[in-house]
């Protein structure tokens, strides 16, 4: 087989193609989460807390000179992706559990017996009533 058609057996597969799929969701739900948490959830904190705006808070560690930029530690930037981890990781909490609970129910029903099961169930109760 070729190194082509190989790679095209791999790619086709669906597993893979529902990984991507899962991806490209997941990057799109992180820019949502990024811009719920910079845009619609830190404005109101920082009001709170006196105005602070999260993403602007920094310790400098040499101020700028002629054209040499100042060097800061951002720690503002690094809150506001905390908070992104934190609702992206419940999130995805919730959805791991969801799936949980359908699978645990799938495995409480039990499957339909097959055809040879009946007939076998059915010559059991036969010789149950010759007895």
Known sequence: MSMIKEFRAFAMRGNVID?????????????IVS?????VLMPPIGMILGGVDFSNLAFTLKEASGDVPSVTIN????INAVIDFIIIAFAIFLVVRAVNKLQKK??????????E????????????VRS
């Open 19 to 31: 990984m991507a799929v899962g991806i490209i969701i997941g990057a799109a739900f992180g820019k």
């Open 35 to 39: 811009s719920f948490v910079g845009d």
């Open 75 to 78: 720690y503002g930037i690094f």
């Open 106 to 115: 799938r495995e409480d029903v039990p499957p339909e017996p097959s055809q």
């Open 117 to 128: 099961e009946k007939l076998l169930m059915e010559i059991r109760d036969l010789l149950k």
